[in-house]
C-alpha cells in the first residue's frame, strides 16, 4: 500500500437518500462539507451540524 491508496482509505464520506434527493458528507481536513445533489452546501465544523442543515435545505429548497 502506497501513501496516495492510505490517504484515501482515511477519507470518511456517508451517503444517505431522502426524500430522491442525495445528501453526502465528506471529511474534508478538519471540516465537514455537506453536499446535495453533487452541489456543495458549505463545511461545518461537526458531522452533525452537517448533517442537520442539509436536511434544513431539502426541507425549505426542495420541496415539503
Do not use: P
Request: avoid cysteine; proline fraction near 0%; charged fraction near 40%.
Amino acid at each position: 500500500m502506497n501513501f496516495t491508496d492510505f490517504r484515501s482509505s482515511l477519507i470518511e464520506n456517508k451517503k444517505l437518500k431522502i426524500k430522491g434527493t442525495t445528501i453526502e458528507i465528506k471529511k474534508v481536513g478538519r471540516k465537514y462539507r455537506a453536499m446535495v445533489d453533487g452541489d456543495k452546501l458549505d463545511d461545518y465544523a461537526t458531522e452533525m451540524q452537517a448533517m442537520k442543515m442539509a436536511k434544513e435545505f431539502i426541507k425549505q429548497y426542495k420541496g415539503k
